[in-house]
């Protein structure tokens, strides 16, 4: 059969029937066959030239439909295994011992997407090196979604305060969601005479580095919020390291230290039980769980926000096709009632809204954030 003059000129995806782009003049695919053509590619079928001779046909044009076809192929194939994901058990390694937010949060959505996706999904604690260990571990994955990670603020923040900390956050990872936000307050010891951020404040520029407040070293979440706070506001507080947040709360309660940053699920309770006093909240908007306690913005320091973030990523390199489905099973996973209240008990608040380039925008911006921090603390850092 002679194929009609506007056939498809370079592979036989349609024996030389099909209609052809405008003139074609470089031979492209039949667009109208792109897919059929991709899909016989995968299964093995053989791509073969017309055998009729074209003389503007060159090397050029056939080389570069050949490869359009090879990538088609590829794209093809990897839309079938996207479809067949998973196929078998995916873990969240979780890079702290457990019974932290962290650790409740990731077993909360592994139960959920356990029965979305039909497949079972693990928690391992991988805790060490303040996180850096089961985070490099999934760093080095393999990308093909069976292996995620659950993190909080130290994962942007370690990089900024440790000098070797063995993983990029953008570099390394495909964000895929955000799953919950943690507000943080600011509580002082009921001995301490200031009950307002301002009176604070202003006894903080009147006295430097008189006011102790309690962290869990550099580079945690509670230091964080503390050392942006007295940049913002132009102070000098005193920092008091311990290796754990259940130490430093106790020294707070017992008078040993003045202040903290902590968050509001385990601070909480200790306010509602006059253990403690809370001045602010660091989010921009106040907490379901001390709704009468005002953001540190509307209370004496303007535009300052922070708060603690917790996400799962996946390794560099995972398919769109995989994350996007992993994160709708994260999603799934928080909306459950059950899990919503639970998390709400504890004044954690769902993120449902989250995407993976919203989760990777917020990584980035937190990475400026703690970097020029690292700056001021440690002005040698780059």
Do not use: W
């Not at 506007?6 to 349609?14: M, R």
């Not at 069976?146 to 305060?161: E, G, K, R």
């Amino acid at each position: 059969m002679v194929p009609p003059a506007d056939a498809c000129l370079t592979l036989a995806c349609c024996d030389g029937t099909g209609p052809m782009k405008t003139r074609a003049p470089r031979r492209e695919l039949c667009p109208i066959h792109i897919k059929e053509t991709a899909m016989r590619a995968s299964d093995g079928n053989e791509l073969h030239l017309h055998t009729k001779t074209i003389p503007k046909a060159t090397a050029r044009s056939l080389a570069h439909a050949a490869m359009l076809a090879a990538g088609l192929a590829c794209i093809a194939q990897a839309a079938r295994a996207d479809d067949r994901f998973p196929g078998k058990p995916i873990r969240i390694v979780v890079p702290v011992s457990p019974g932290g937010t962290v650790d409740l949060v990731a077993r909360l959505v592994a139960k959920g997407m356990s029965e979305d996706l039909g497949q079972s999904v693990l928690v391992e604690n991988k805790p060490g090196a303040s996180s850096l260990v089961g985070t490099r571990e999934v760093a080095r994955a393999a990308p093909d979604g069976y292996t995620l990670l659950a993190v909080a603020n130290t994962f942007v923040s370690a990089p900024a305060f440790v000098a070797e900390a063995g993983y990029d956050p953008i570099k390394d990872f495909a964000p895929v969601t955000q799953t919950v936000r943690i507000p943080m307050v600011l509580v002082a010891n009921p001995s301490v005479p200031e009950s307002s951020v301002k009176a604070l404040i202003e006894r903080a520029r009147a006295h430097p580095g008189q006011i102790s407040y309690a962290s869990s070293g550099i580079g945690s979440t509670g230091y964080i919020a503390a050392e942006l706070f007295s940049k913002q506001a132009g102070v000098k507080m005193l920092p008091v390291s311990y290796k754990g947040n259940a130490q430093a709360i106790t020294d707070l309660v017992g008078g040993q230290v003045m202040v903290m940053f902590d968050q509001v699920s385990t601070s909480g309770p200790y306010v509602q039980a006059g253990k403690l006093k809370a001045l602010g909240v660091t989010t921009s908007t106040r907490s379901k769980l001390l709704p009468d306690v005002p953001t540190i913005a509307e209370a004496g320091l303007p535009g300052y926000e922070e708060d603690t973030f917790n996400a799962i990523l996946a390794p560099a390199g995972t398919p769109a096709p995989i994350v996007l489905k992993l994160r709708d099973a994260v999603a799934k996973a928080l909306q459950r009632p059950d899990v919503t209240a639970q998390l709400a008990r504890q004044g954690v608040e769902v993120k449902l809204d989250s995407t993976p380039d919203g989760l990777g925008a917020t990584l980035r911006k937190a990475i400026v954030k703690y970097r020029d921090i690292a700056r001021d603390v440690a002005p040698s850092r780059p």
